[in-house]
């Protein structure tokens, strides 16, 4: 009964459809286990995607480790100020090599897109559509020009409609797809304050500007964030969350790499017996 409910709203031609959308915008769909799946979408859990859709000519940057993408988010209606550190945080995460990651939205978001156009960081940009309605303003969309030397990815299948659910989706892989979210402008009612939330959920790095940092801090969200002024604010977070992970490997990785080694070195240890530096010929008295 359950899975019948569940499947009331499914339409033959409707995934048909959707097919037919994916080829004739040469989408790629990637599935958990792909080469390109971005594996830091697992720690969702239960609110990982079970497939992404994708367009652009770095697929790579799906695959390159946390600590080489940072999120900068803002609200839609950001100040002109908040642009303005918009631009100077990717601008400058982008020469460093770092890749950006943002939605779609006009304002910050776009603003963060905007900044990594022909430079060597590239970007992430993540809709809340499916890729099929990427942009339809002017001759030269602008999504177009971001998948030159990044990628768009989406949740939503083509053919799709936004909804709040696909809004908030965009904000979940926003805040997994890096190892750094970082706020430059929010509001306790808008739904950007998602996505730090989220990234610390995920034990991943929240910064925000030194205003934002006091409100999230404060009444808004209660949340540690590092203060952030310049792109090397970032760079030094992500270096820090490089170093934590690199600890945690090391930590989880002696105990099996250690049990292997003392089932590899015990017959032979059996052999000498303890403190013989010659091969024991006789019967083992361990063993």
Request: aromatic share 4%; with cysteine; net charge negative.
């Amino acid at each position: 009964h359950v899975w019948r409910s569940h499947f009331e709203g499914y339409d033959p031609t409707e995934m048909a459809r959707g097919v037919e959308l994916a080829e004739e915008h040469e989408l790629r769909v990637l599935i958990p286990g792909d080469p390109d799946w971005p594996v830091g979408l697992n720690d969702l859990d239960r609110q990982a995607p079970y497939a992404l859709w994708i367009r652009g000519d770095a697929p790579e940057l799906l695959t390159r480790p946390l600590s080489e993408r940072a999120t900068l988010i803002g609200r839609q209606g950001s100040s002109f100020r908040s642009l303005d550190n918009a631009y100077s945080l990717a601008t400058g995460l982008s020469h460093s090599e770092v890749v950006v990651v943002a939605n779609s939205y006009p304002g910050i978001g776009r603003m963060a897109l905007a900044c990594t156009l022909g430079r060597p960081g590239g970007a992430i940009a993540v809709l809340p559509k499916g890729l099929d309605r990427r942009d339809t303003s002017g001759p030269n969309p602008f999504f177009n020009q971001v998948e030159e030397n990044g990628v768009l990815v989406s949740e939503t299948p083509p053919g799709r409609p936004t909804t709040r659910d696909t809004h908030l989706g965009q904000l979940r892989l926003v805040a997994a797809l890096s190892a750094m979210t970082t706020v430059i402008e929010a509001a306790p009612w808008n739904d950007v304050v998602e996505a730090p939330m989220i990234a610390m959920q995920l034990r991943r790095i929240v910064g925000a500007m030194p205003k934002e940092k006091e409100s999230i801090g404060g009444s808004m969200l209660k949340l540690p964030a590092w203060e952030v002024s310049a792109p090397d604010d970032i760079v030094r977070g992500l270096e820090a969350f490089a170093r934590k992970q690199a600890a945690i490997d090391e930590i989880s990785r002696p105990a099996s790499t250690s049990l292997r080694a003392a089932t590899t070195a015990l017959p032979e240890q059996l052999q000498r017996g303890p403190g013989s530096s010659q091969h024991h010929t006789g019967p083992s008295r361990t063993a």
